[in-house]
């Protein structure tokens, strides 16, 4: 049986996976409602809820992703055992571009927010380079699934039994 990761670690990735296309989703909120303020209109309600929204999940998202990466260094999660060393390794880059890739975007939301706005094209573009790690987590997850037919993606969806 392939190791699997623990429940805790399951949790946080399925945590962030249902947080982050809320976030694309209420993003363009953002926007609009600081356009309307601009203009010395008041901004629509649905926007500003929305508004309110993106930057509390936001903010959940980087804790839950300081909580993964904090678990990861002290529980580095199933060693994989395989004969494609090359494969593993982008694997461990692709992980560790998207933990910084997040954790950054949550950084810089939360300092657009509440310190300075200026950053926000900063935070634009973190997230189409999100966006590009997702496509290729997904792409990768399918391949393992149907091509190589083996047991990745139930390493987190399974968690790995304790020993009593």
Do not use: C
């Not at 300081?66 to 593993?88: C, E, K, N, Q, Y």
């Not at 900063?122 to 393992?144: D, E, N, Q, T």
């Amino acid at each position: 049986m392939t190791p699997r990761y623990s429940l805790s670690q399951i949790v946080l990735h399925w945590a962030v996976a249902v947080l982050v296309p809320i976030q694309y989703w209420t993003g363009g909120s953002i926007e609009r409602t600081h356009h309307a303020v601009h203009m010395g209109l008041s901004p629509d309600p649905w926007d500003v809820i929305q508004h309110y929204v993106h930057n509390y999940a936001g903010i959940t998202i980087g804790a839950l992703m300081v909580a993964r990466l904090t678990l990861r260094i002290f529980d580095r999660g199933p060693l994989r055992i395989s004969a494609r060393g090359a494969v593993d390794r982008l694997a461990q880059a692709m992980h560790f571009a998207f933990y910084a890739a997040v954790i950054a975007q949550a950084a810089m939301g939360f300092v657009a927010s509440y310190f300075w706005f200026g950053i926000g094209s900063f935070h634009v573009l973190g997230s189409r380079v999100i966006l590009g790690l997702l496509a290729l987590h997904i792409a990768a997850a399918a391949w393992h699934t149907f091509v190589w037919r083996d047991e990745t993606v139930d390493r987190m969806i399974i968690p790995k039994r304790t020993t009593s």
